[in-house]
Structure formats: structure tokens, C-alpha cells
């Protein structure tokens, strides 16, 4: 979705200008892409590429794939003419390369794009883009390729988010949902809440501008119904977001517990690596130590924590402290317990602490011949009987986590998931004015005071998709982005 000319001209800035950078990561690799996007970009290129054939680069068909040789233009020659691939001057060879244009509008910034694929080192990439700014490019802002896609209508405001989110995705849920958004699943549903809330506002307001005649446009109890309905459809749309953010972001579980319980065991089943030193001393684990996994395409950044018990050790005593601030940060807390021993009034207190989070008991040992533990304080805890040493239970625990974390539907094609803070923040305020605004009609107000919510809500819709933007939201957005997207 782009934006109205008006609104893009203000933002256009330096759209007439071409871009370069390089678009694969800086280091070594087999392959190197320096891109190109703009109105010069094939006169650029002519500065340093020399098609294999024996053309010129601008006879160059769109969207075909050809070996070129690239060449340092000399200050003591001009490259206007070009020489063919047998007659250039060895000193002059930089790489040879395969080279592929893009005529626009059919590209990803629909503009003319020419992408130049040489060898990955990052002496031949950097001066392939040297060139390239000495021949009239310049060199790309952070997202800016991404931000001339949205500016030329390629790709709608949530869109270009996901491209982010797609670089970005740690986990098989974060970039299902990331290619969902890219493909313009949540734009569609947002569209859709939009356009209802604009036909309206339009037919409301028409209403203001007859009042005189008596005419109704629209009668009160389909206003209700529509307003009403779209208020359910926005917070469902926003009650999927702190699942969204887990799926995006993964999640912090911390371990929890006494020391000496099989905190740091567990860390070590969970990651299936000795990362935490164990030890038959209590207070072995003095610091937070933080590790990833992926669970069933989510990834969860598991968290270990020093002991929670009374000392006078200053570096326990920290550990405790940092162990207390990751408490609070967490979105589930795993509470570990010895399975083979009666509760002790810490653990009596921890479980009280977590009674209110989500969270799971891990009564732990499993493995070593004890009494069990069947307290009455363990009631209404989802609880399970594992081994840190030999696995037993793990799995079952692993499930009842993921499924504690998120409902599991991040595949269903029929619902669409909020990853984005911005976004809920939009669906919100849309939200809260709709809420006004249903108020409004069902107290008689006046149409001027209804179509006034609706319109706050309608703007705040379109503040997702782009449709209402600010060159203070995008410089936001597209400076997250590295240079060469």
C-alpha cells in the first residue's frame, strides 16, 4: 500500500538519488552482492562492469543473469568505451562477477535495481561500492531499500516490518509468522476493520451535513452493530500480542529454587551441554546465567539463578539480588523442588510468590528412592516429577512449558498474530476510542462526537499499514534496519 503523493513528496527526499551498498553480511563468504536502486543505477554499473559478451551494460535485458568482468576505472583513462573482457588491463581487473538488472517497476524497491554478485571478500566488495559512489550512487541509509519498496507502493507499512522480522527470526514460529505478515495476512485484517470504520464515518457524517433535511444514513442499531463488531475483531486482534511478542522474541523462563535442588542440572538437561557447573556444595550457581533453546520452533531463553536462601556471603548475596529482578522479568518462572524431601518454609514461600505468574513446579530426584511429596501447598500448581540426572520427565515438562508460553496456533491459517509493540500500541488506541464511541451512541450523543472516535480509531488503524504515517514513525522503523536492506 503507498502512500498519497501528497504525503509522499513531503518524505521523497532523496528518491531521485541512486543508492548503493553491499547487501550480504561484512566477512568472508563464497558470495558478495553490492546492490544498486535507481533512476542511474545501469549507467552506475557501466563504470565498473564489463558485461563477458561484449555489449553494453545497458542493452542489458531485465531480470537475466550474465558474467561480467568488474574493473577499477583509471583516473588516467575514461571507461565510457567499453573494452572487451580480453583487452582489459589486468591492473584494472577487480573480480569477475554475475550481474542481473531489474527494470521497474518489477524489482524490490520498483525501481530500476541492478545487483552485482561477486566474490565475498570484503576488499573486493568495498571497493566495488567505492566505485559505484564515485560514479554518482550514494551510499544507502540504514533500511533504505526497504523504505523506497513502502515509499513506490512495493510493500505496505507492516510489510517492511516483516522483512526485519524476517532477518531477524530466531525460531521456525517467528518467521512463520514473519512470512505470514510479509505476505500481507495482518495488513488485509487491519484493512478490513479500516474500511468498515471509514464507510461509517463517511455515512455518519453525511448525517451531520443533512441534519436539516432529517435524513438518516444510518440507523442507530446498525451503527451499534458495526461499531461493535468492529471492537471484537480489533481486540482479538490485540489479545494475540504478548503470545506474539514470545513467538517473535522467545521468552525468559527462570529456574527457580533452594540451592542445591538441580537447578543447574536441569539447565544442563534442558540444553543437553554441561554450561552450568554442578556441584554437591549449596550456592555453587552466584549469577544469572543465560542460555537459548528452541522448543518446538519457540525459541526460550532459559535462565539460571542462584539459590534463594538467607546468607552472608556479599556475592551470593548479589546473585540473590539479580535472581530477584530476573524473577520479575520473567514470563515463566520453573520452580524447582526436592522431590525426595519435605517442603521447607522457603519453598512454602516461593510457592506463595508464583502463585500469581505463570509457572510450573519441577519436583526433581525423581531418580533417588525418597517419601515423594504430596503437600497440601503443592495444590493448585501444575507440577511434575522429573530427574535432572537421567531425563525422566523432561519431555513432559518441556511440553506443559510451550504449552503454558503460547496456545499453539501460530499455524492456523485463519488467525493472524500481533509480534509488533507498535502494533499493538495502534490497535489499542483504536480500541479505546471505539469503546468511546460505542458509549457515545448508545448515550444519544451527537453524530460530531461519534464520528470524532471513529476517526481517532480509523487513524490509528492506518498507522499500521503506513495509510497514516509520520516521517518521525518511519525514521523509526527503518533505522532499526542494516544498510544494505
Not at 34 to 40: A, D, H, T, W
Given at each position: 500500500m503507498g502512500m498519497p503523493l501528497s504525503e509522499r513528496a513531503v518524505m521523497q527526499g532523496g528518491l531521485d538519488d541512486t543508492i548503493c551498498?553491499?547487501?550480504?553480511?561484512?566477512?568472508?563468504?563464497?558470495?558478495?552482492?553490492?546492490?544498486?536502486?535507481?533512476?542511474?543505477?545501469?549507467?552506475?554499473?557501466?563504470?565498473?562492469?564489463?558485461?563477458?559478451?561484449?555489449?553494453?551494460?545497458?542493452?542489458?535485458?531485465?531480470?537475466?543473469?550474465?558474467?561480467?568482468?568488474?574493473?577499477?576505472?583509471?583516473?588516467?583513462?575514461?571507461?565510457?568505451?567499453?573494452?572487451?573482457?580480453?583487452?582489459?588491463?589486468?591492473?584494472?581487473?577487480?573480480?569477475?562477477?554475475?550481474?542481473?538488472?531489474?527494470?521497474?517497476?518489477?524489482?524490490?524497491?520498483?525501481?530500476?535495481?541492478?545487483?552485482?554478485?561477486?566474490?565475498?571478500?570484503?576488499?573486493?566488495?568495498?571497493?566495488?561500492?567505492?566505485?559505484?559512489?564515485?560514479?554518482?550512487?550514494?551510499?544507502?541509509?540504514?533500511?533504505?531499500?526497504?523504505?523506497?519498496?513502502?515509499?513506490?507502493?512495493?510493500?505496505?507499512?507492516?510489510?517492511?516490518?516483516?522483512?526485519?522480522?524476517?532477518?531477524?527470526?530466531?525460531?521456525?514460529?517467528?518467521?512463520?509468522?514473519?512470512?505470514?505478515?510479509?505476505?500481507?495476512?495482518?495488513?488485509?485484517?487491519?484493512?478490513?476493520?479500516?474500511?468498515?470504520?471509514?464507510?461509517?464515518?463517511?455515512?455518519?457524517?453525511?448525517?451531520?451535513?443533512?441534519?436539516?433535511?432529517?435524513?438518516?444514513?444510518?440507523?442507530?442499531?446498525?451503527?451499534?452493530?458495526?461499531?461493535?463488531?468492529?471492537?471484537?475483531?480489533?481486540?482479538?486482534?490485540?489479545?494475540?500480542?504478548?503470545?506474539?511478542?514470545?513467538?517473535?522474541?522467545?521468552?525468559?523462563?527462570?529456574?527457580?529454587?533452594?540451592?542445591n535442588v538441580g537447578k543447574s542440572s536441569l539447565l544442563n538437561r534442558l540444553l543437553k551441554e554441561e554450561r552450568a557447573i554442578v556441584t554437591a556444595v549449596p550456592g555453587t550457581t552466584r549469577d544469572v546465567i543465560e542460555e537459548s533453546i528452541d522448543l518446538d520452533g519457540v525459541m526460550i531463553r532459559l535462565i539460571d539463578t542462584a539459590g534463594l536462601r538467607d546468607t552472608d556471603d556479599l556475592v551470593e548475596r548479589e546473585g540473590i539480588k539479580r535472581t530477584r529482578t530476573a524473577q520479575e522479568e520473567a514470563d515463566l518462572l520453573l520452580v524447582v523442588l526436592d522431590g525426595t524431601a519435605p517442603l521447607t518454609s522457603d519453598d512454602r514461600e516461593l510457592l506463595q510468590a508464583v502463585s500469581d505468574r505463570k509457572h510450573l513446579v519441577l519436583l526433581n530426584k525423581s531418580d533417588l528412592a525418597g517419601p515423594g511429596n504430596a503437600d497440601s501447598a503443592l495444590v493448585g500448581h501444575p507440577t511434575y516429577a522429573i530427574s535432572a540426572k537421567t531425563g525422566a520427565g523432561i519431555d513432559r515438562a518441556k511440553s506443559a512449558l510451550r504449552a503454558q508460553l503460547v496456545a499453539g496456533g501460530f499455524e492456523s491459517a485463519e488467525s493472524i498474530t500481533v509480534t509488533n509493540v507498535r502494533h499493538r500500541d495502534a490497535l489499542r488506541r483504536a480500541g479505546e476510542s471505539l469503546g468511546q464511541a460505542l458509549e457515545s451512541v448508545q448515550g444519544g450523543m451527537a453524530g460530531e462526537l461519534v464520528s470524532i472516535d471513529v476517526r481517532a480509531a480509523a487513524d490509528a488503524l492506518g498507522e499500521i499499514t503506513g495509510a497514516i504515517t509520520t516521517d518521525e514513525i518511519l525514521g523509526q522503523i527503518f533505522s532499526q534496519f542494516c544498510i544494505g536492506k
Open positions: 551498498a553491499i547487501a550480504t553480511p561484512m566477512g568472508e563468504g563464497g558470495i558478495g552482492i553490492v546492490r544498486l536502486s535507481g533512476p542511474q543505477s545501469l549507467a552506475v554499473a557501466s563504470r565498473v562492469v564489463r558485461l563477458r559478451n561484449g555489449h553494453p551494460l545497458s542493452s542489458l535485458a531485465s531480470h537475466r543473469l550474465l558474467l561480467a568482468d568488474l574493473l577499477i576505472p583509471s583516473s588516467s583513462k575514461r571507461n565510457d568505451v567499453p573494452l572487451p573482457h580480453d583487452r582489459a588491463p589486468a591492473a584494472d581487473l577487480l573480480d569477475e562477477a554475475l550481474v542481473v538488472y531489474m527494470k521497474a517497476p518489477r524489482s524490490f524497491t520498483a525501481e530500476d535495481v541492478v545487483e552485482i554478485q561477486s566474490h565475498g571478500g570484503a576488499l573486493v566488495l568495498g571497493l566495488l561500492c567505492k566505485v559505484c559512489i564515485e560514479s554518482g550512487a550514494r551510499m544507502a541509509e540504514p533500511g533504505e531499500f526497504t523504505k523506497r519498496a513502502f515509499l513506490n507502493g512495493r510493500l505496505d507499512l507492516s510489510q517492511a516490518e516483516a522483512v526485519l522480522d524476517t532477518i531477524r527470526a530466531t525460531s521456525s514460529a517467528g518467521l512463520h509468522i514473519a512470512q505470514r505478515h510479509l505476505r500481507g495476512e495482518l495488513a488485509r485484517e487491519v484493512d478490513q476493520a479500516r474500511a468498515s470504520l471509514l464507510t461509517v464515518l463517511a455515512q455518519v457524517e453525511a448525517g451531520i451535513d443533512f441534519v436539516a433535511e432529517d435524513i438518516a444514513f444510518l440507523q442507530r442499531d446498525e451503527l451499534l452493530r458495526i461499531v461493535k463488531e468492529a471492537c471484537a475483531r480489533i481486540h482479538r486482534l490485540e489479545a494475540t500480542a504478548q503470545e506474539g511478542r514470545i513467538l517473535r522474541d522467545g521468552a525468559r523462563v527462570v529456574i527457580l529454587g533452594r540451592p
